[in-house]
Nanobody, 128 residues
Framework: QAQLVESGGGLVQPGGSLRLSCAAS????????????MAWFRQAPGKEREFVGC???????DYADFVKGRFTISRDNAKNTVYLQMNSLKPEDTAVYYC??????????????????WGQGTQVTVSS
C-alpha cells in the first residue's frame, strides 16, 4: 500500500505563493511511481472535495479552470515526489489540499473515486 505525505501548507497573504510537496513511498507504489498518475484535490469547509490538477507519467498535466494560469504541478520521479506550485493565491483557495495517486492512467482523472491512495492533507489558508 502506498503512503503519501504532503507538506508545505500554511498561512499566506492574498497574492502570495506556496509550494506543496507530496512524497510517495510503499513497496510497489514507490517502485512504480514513475508510471503513476498523481493528482491534487482540495476541500474547503462545508464543501465537497474538488479536483485541482494532475500529472501523468509522461509529464502531461491538466488543471481545473479555477487554477489554470496560477497553479503548476510537477514531479521528480527520482525522489518519488510531486509538487503543487501555487501562485497568485486568493482567499477562495483556502482549503485542505490532498495528494492522491493511482497506478497507470485513467480518463476520469478528475474524479476522486479513481484514486486509491491519499495523503493526510495539508491546510492552506489565504488571508490578510
Amino acid at each position: 500500500q502506498a503512503q503519501l505525505v504532503e507538506s508545505g501548507g500554511g498561512l499566506v497573504q492574498p497574492g502570495g505563493s506556496l509550494r506543496l510537496s507530496c512524497a510517495a513511498s510503499g513497496r510497489t507504489f514507490g517502485r512504480t511511481f514513475g508510471t503513476n498518475t498523481m493528482a491534487w484535490f482540495r476541500q474547503a469547509p462545508g464543501k465537497e472535495r474538488e479536483f485541482v490538477g494532475c500529472i501523468g507519467w509522461t509529464g502531461g498535466t491538466d488543471y481545473a479552470d479555477f487554477v489554470k494560469g496560477r497553479f503548476t504541478i510537477s514531479r521528480d520521479n527520482a525522489k518519488n515526489t510531486v509538487y503543487l506550485q501555487m501562485n497568485s493565491l486568493k482567499p477562495e483557495d483556502t482549503a485542505v489540499y490532498y495528494c492522491a495517486g493511482r497506478r497507470g492512467y485513467t480518463p476520469n482523472y478528475y474524479s476522486s473515486s479513481e484514486y486509491a491512495d491519499w495523503g493526510q492533507g495539508t491546510q492552506v489558508t489565504v488571508s490578510s
